[in-house]
């Protein structure tokens, strides 16, 4: 007898921040499945479940094992912070079980993403078009990466830059920085989140002129606006042609 596979967008982590069909996904899971920091993150409210966790960059391997433990007839939620489906493990998933040619039925349950989360805390930033970048170049060519950079510059997308900097990666935001100071000015506004609605949580606005000076790391989300961004109340707000 089959099992079933959830892959399920935990959000931020908090049990705050948790869709209450994510939340019943896990609850009625045998085994929760996943990066072993967002295991410890779930375990205080799902103390008596069975945990399968893995390291870092061990994606594939931790996909063919849910599908492994989904086979035996146990259902399984594969978790991802933020959205699942958003650099996260629903397309691996999803491609290891076609791969396999196998008949478990996978369902992906989405959550707030990183964008969303530190958008709420930085105003409303994504009120009009924006673009997700993320600026690690383990999977993606970094030449594609700066083509894209340059498309949502040109576009005047407000752009959200996922994994920023890294200790391997340190000049990365800087030339995405330089690109982007090509099509914005340098008081352009840019929101700052760290731990997005988690224990160490911060954020900050400066501009994109001074982003450079700015300490930003892999926990980071960074928000950098466009032609119509501006901080009102100390928020950052991307107008949207409302006549006020």
Known sequence: MNGKIYVVGMGPGGQDHIT??????????????GYKTYIDLVKPFLADKEFASSGMKKEVARCEEVLELAKTGKTVSLISSGDAGIYGMA??????????????????????????????????PLMNDFATISLSDLLTPWEVIIKRLHAAGSGDFVVSLYNPRSKTRVKHLDTAIDI??????????????????RELQETQITTLGNLKNCDIDMFTTVIIGNSQTNVVNNKMVTTRGYHI
């Open 20 to 33: 209450p069909k994510a939340m019943a996904a896990m609850q009625g899971s045998d085994v929760i499945a």
């Open 91 to 124: 397309g691996i998933m999803i491609e290891i079980v076609d791969a396999q040619n196998s008949d478990i039925e996978v369902e992906v349950i989405p959550g707030i993403s990183a964008s969303i989360a530190s958008a709420s805390l930085l105003g409303a």
């Open 180 to 197: 982007l100071l090509e099509y914005q000015k340098p008081e352009t506004p840019v929101g700052i989140v760290k731990h997005a609605m």
